[in-house]
């Protein structure tokens, strides 16, 4: 390794190239020289080059000044590389070294600029230059992100740990509130929500936030503010810390001390404050001088919410935020290194919640104005007061937005923000009681009532009692994002559940801060009475009951933003295909262009693939830019989206930032780690939905099933592309009836279904058998729920009986035989066919089924008819169709269209079942079906197991090459090919969920 003094020659003597070749470790430049670019009169060259990170050498006659020092880093990086270090050598000696550091907000990296006199570097730099030295016995493992360690080097605490003791100081703050009832119920009545624990953690959270404020106060007005060492050897007593507050409150900054000095005076024990105030003042308080801080408040205060049952506040992870805060921004259209430019910036958050979207987007619009030569603190100011807008619901929430956004930079003051508490439920604020729906009462206006107050409502920089309005006008919004809540006015599944457990929640979307059961359909009356004020016709809009308040948001977005704008959510997974969301791909797809969509692959759980915290569901991201004019039928129906894939979640902030970086390209992408991160890949983007690589790992694998699709077969390692005729299955047939046109009682099914004929999984295959046959051999047998181990064979028992209910003969007959629904839908009767809805792949073997004879199918196995027209060849039909979808070739394209919210799960609505892509029977030969119906008499009594085994499967194995020689006339090279496609889709950790049986490496 290189000496100081080595390394002090070779950079007096501008040798960089044999320091960084030969001295450290480096390797020869893997760029080219950066070509002079016009009204420039130097270049640049490269010096050396590890892994993906590159020193380049500019030398000039002297240090440019900063506006042509940021034209050329701005050439380096979108030409070649983010991360380099850039050395300016002057011919004259002076150097200036920019140096990569992390941000103070750790979420992304910053050149930050060292100068020094060639012939005297500083001990600092010459310990950095010593510092990224690598040796040859290391370089066989060395990885991408052991050379951005060494590089990227902030000299700022630990965050993770000092996350940890912030976390520790809050929770141990709220120990002595919570043991004082009536402390904990007025701490409740100024923070507008119920007292109790929770609360409490997030009034110890708002105090801790004014302590570390206090810190960066106090540096910038001494001898009016003490500074926390101070306030600490003074004893922190309730009297000292209120006077100190105040003296605050008199200079300005009230949406943060507002509300903290509330609750200050709402602790009533003086006991209690000095244990809360010691707390706040203690460990903790002492590393508050990074600004790093700042944000971890807002993470924490995320993960203290309360209300979260019915309110579904999931709030964004930091990392995520940072990740799709980067997508958006990158798209905005800015002269960056003009202020007045970025100021007029208007930027959007509905459902804002601590924070954490506007807080990353306005650190991805700093960085970039930082990164072209400005000073983000100028900015400042007018980013409070004009250009992020957030609403939210919670009054704490709110505050803490206001709170996290101003810690940007704590020592620059502002009149007031643009953020909003919208009123929620029925409220009488004095001109008799009315309904308020949140946010999405600006659907039909752009100025709505807004709560009022000081910090903890409407966010004023002064203590105001005035009545407040939210001012968020149509059609002016260069970016709307929003994480929305996640809850539905519909609650056909949790209605059984609701009156089991002793709690319905008729409209759980409106269910949150206390409203019963009459102002929740108020507020359901409201929403549809919002759409027609704004004019918003039925076919026009994304709001859809099933899929809940996240379509209604997008309503909202899409009216707030201006052509040309960008929209950046946050989605449940089922956007992208759910059948409820159809009516959002719809929209999407004519009025915006440049789509992208993220998901995260993960076997562990649902929970790691979800952008928000504490949440089951596994999420989507979606961001699109709004078209200047909405596109025709014909186009949206052709609308495409660059689908990104990731192997996990970014673990940091800076990763999240990077990972977007990346992934912006296309193709396969590595993290800034250095390990396979996910790829992206171009696919339809529809209302129809059609096929989605949403969650998947393998690209090549999400290339044979968007083959498949169109009617190509792309085997792994086959290189003739074949041909196959494939149609969606609702070509060839008609679906069966909804469950509920079944057997819900009330008038609606003229079934009832008992009993289903379940048994425990250890009975014994041949008394399930006993009990089955009974229903099998009764006038109206139902195959109404799953039993996996009754499921091994392609021949399944009717599990139940349908006993009519009295007086409804006609319209049971009706249902047994087929119907013409109020849609003007042909809708089929009973039959042999049936498809599994609700595939649990990595469980039950089975993508379809025949029954011995017709019976109606329930939720589990809803009922599939040919079509009519073909009565005659229905039986070899039935066999065709259950062959192919129980082929690995059928069960990749039903994959492919299915949902995959929860591992080791395919499933479809019954409407979307006729997506399917299924060997279209109308283009191959009479003899060409019979062949398939021997195949399936053939297998009917083979033992298949488990889909997601598929690999291993000999039943499995045998089907696919007898389908693959007989019907498809493959040759017999292509099997290799099926034998890796097995693999392929047994390897997706949305079909083996984590389970042992995956194969090996997967």
Not at 9 to 19: F, I, K
Not at 59 to 71: F, I, L, R, S
Not at 912 to 931: K, Q, V
């Amino acid at each position: 390794m290189a000496s100081h003094r080595e390394i002090q020659d070779l950079v007096s003597a501008r040798a960089l190239e044999e320091l960084f070749r030969r001295h450290l470790g480096w390797d020869n430049p893997r760029q080219v020289p950066l070509p002079f670019s016009s009204g420039s009169s130097v270049a640049a060259h490269p010096v050396a080059s590890k892994k993906a990170v590159d020193v380049w050498r500019v030398p000039c006659p002297a240090v440019p000044a900063a506006a042509e020092q940021h034209k050329i880093i701005r050439r380096i990086r979108r030409l070649y590389s983010l991360e380099t270090l850039i050395v300016f050598d002057g011919d004259d000696g002076d150097m200036l070294w920019l140096w990569p550091e992390q941000r103070p907000a750790g979420d992304s990296y910053r050149a930050v600029g060292h100068r020094c006199d060639r012939d005297a570097v500083g001990s600092e730099m010459l310990d950095r230059l010593a510092g990224v030295a690598f040796t040859l016995e290391e370089e066989d493992g060395l990885a991408v992100s052991d050379v951005l360690s060494r590089v990227r080097r902030s000299l700022g605490v630990d965050v993770a740990d000092l996350d940890r003791e912030v976390e520790r100081t809050v929770l141990d703050t709220a120990v002595p509130l919570s043991a004082d009832a009536d402390c904990s119920a007025r701490i409740g009545e100024v923070l507008s929500q119920e007292g109790g624990e929770q609360s409490n953690r997030m009034a110890a959270a708002i105090m801790f936030n004014a302590v570390v404020f206090q810190h960066h106060i106090a540096s910038h007005h001494p001898g009016i503010v003490r500074s926390l060492s101070e306030v600490r050897s003074a004893g922190a007593g309730r009297a000292l810390v209120a006077a100190e507050w105040d003296a605050i409150l008199e200079i300005d900054y009230w949406p943060i001390f507002g509300i903290a000095r509330k609750l200050l005076d709402a602790i009533g024990d003086d006991d209690v404050a000095a244990a809360v105030l010691g707390e706040l003042y203690g460990s903790a308080s002492d590393k508050v001088a990074h600004r790093a801080t700042q944000g971890l408040v807002g993470e924490l205060f995320g993960r203290l919410i309360v209300d979260r049952k019915f309110l579904a506040t999931y709030y964004t992870r930091p990392q995520s935020a940072s990740f799709l805060a980067e997508m958006a921004v990158d798209r905005l259209d800015v002269n960056w290194p003009d202020p007045e430019a970025v100021t007029s910036l208007r930027v959007a958050d509905l459902a804002c919640g601590t924070g954490a979207l506007l807080t990353a987007v306005y650190r991805r619009i700093a960085a970039r104005h930082e990164d072209a030569g400005g000073d983000p603190a100028d900015l400042h100011q007018k980013v409070m007061e004009e250009v992020l807008t957030g609403c939210d619901i919670m009054p704490a929430a709110v505050h803490l937005t206001a709170a996290v956004l101003s810690g940007e930079h704590t020592h620059i003051g502002y009149t007031s923000t643009r953020t909003w508490v919208m009123p929620f439920g029925v409220q009488d604020f004095g001109a008799g009681p009315q309904t308020y729906l949140g946010s999405l009462d600006l659907l039909f206006s752009g100025r709505r009532r807004a709560l009022f107050g000081d910090g903890s409502t409407a966010v004023e920089a002064r203590d105001s009692t005035a009545a407040s309005e939210a001012e968020v006008p149509d059609g002016q919004f260069d970016l709307v994002i929003m994480n929305p809540p996640f809850t539905r006015p519909t609650n056909h599944e949790n209605k059984q559940r609701g009156l089991q457990e002793g709690v319905v929640v008729p409209n759980p979307a409106f269910a949150g801060l206390d409203n019963d059961e009459v102002a929740q359909e108020l507020m359901s009356r409201a929403l549809g009475d919002a759409y027609r004020a704004a004019g918003i016709k039925p076919a026009d809009r994304a709001g859809h009951g099933n899929a809940g308040l996240p379509t209604n948001f997008v309503d909202l977005a899409h009216r707030k933003l201006r052509a040309g704008g960008v929209l950046a959510l946050i989605v449940p997974a089922a956007a992208v295909t759910g059948k409820s969301w159809e009516k959002t791909r719809q929209l999407l797809a004519g009025h915006y262009e440049d789509l992208a969509v993220v998901t995260m692959a993960s076997a562990q759980s649902s929970t790691a693939r979800a952008f928000s915290n504490d949440t089951n569901m596994a999420e989507a991201v979606i961001v699109a830019t709004r078209r200047q004019q909405a596109a025709t039928l014909a186009e949206s129906e052709e609308c495409r989206a660059r689908y990104v894939c990731l192997r996990r979640r970014p673990a940091t902030n800076s990763e999240g930032v990077d990972t977007a970086r990346a992934a912006a390209a296309g193709g396969d992408f590595d993290a800034p780690g250095g390990s396979h991160a996910g790829f992206a890949v171009p696919g339809l983007f529809t209302a129809d939905g059609g096929g989605h690589p949403s969650g998947a790992v393998s690209a090549e694998l999400c290339g044979v099933a968007a083959s498949l699709a169109v009617g190509h077969l792309r085997l792994p390692g086959v290189a003739d592309l074949l041909d196959v005729p494939t149609v969606p299955l609702r070509d060839l047939g008609l679906r069966g009836p909804v469950d509920r046109d079944i057997n819900e009682a009330g008038g609606r099914g003229p079934y009832q279904v008992t009993p289903t004929g379940w048994r425990p999984d250890d009975t014994p295959r041949d008394t399930k058998e006993q009990v089955r046959e009974p229903h099998a051999a009764s006038d109206r047998p139902v195959l109404w729920r799953h039993d996996a181990g009754m499921e091994t064979r392609m021949v399944v028992l009717a599990c139940s009986t349908g006993t009519v209910r009295p007086g409804m003969d006609e319209q049971a007959l009706r249902l047994w035989e087929g119907h013409t629904n109020n849609k003007k839908e042909r809708i089929a009767g009973a039959t042999r066919l049936h498809i599994n809805r609700d595939f649990q792949v990595n469980s039950q073997p089975l993508g379809a089924c025949l029954t011995p004879a017709p019976a109606l199918g329930g939720r589990a196995w809803p009922s599939f008819a040919p079509d009519p027209d073909r009565a005659g060849e229905r039986e070899s039909w039935e066999k065709a169709l259950c062959v192919w979808l129980n082929s690995t070739i059928g069960l990749v394209g039903r994959w492919w269209v299915s949902t995959r919210q929860q591992k080791g799960r395919a499933n479809l609505t019954i409407t979307t079942i006729g997506r399917i892509p299924a060997l279209d029977l109308r283009a191959i030969t009479p003899t060409t079906i019979r062949s398939m119906a021997d195949i399936f008499d053939q297998f009917e009594e083979r033992e298949f197991l488990p889909a997601n085994e598929a690999y291993r499967d000999l039943a499995r194995h045998d089907l696919d090459e007898a389908l693959a020689r007989r019907v498809l006339h493959l040759p017999r090279e292509a099997l290799a090919g099926l034998a890796r496609l097995r693999v392929l889709w047994c390897s997706e950790p949305s079909v083996h969920g984590n389970k042992k049986t995956r194969p090996d490496g997967s």
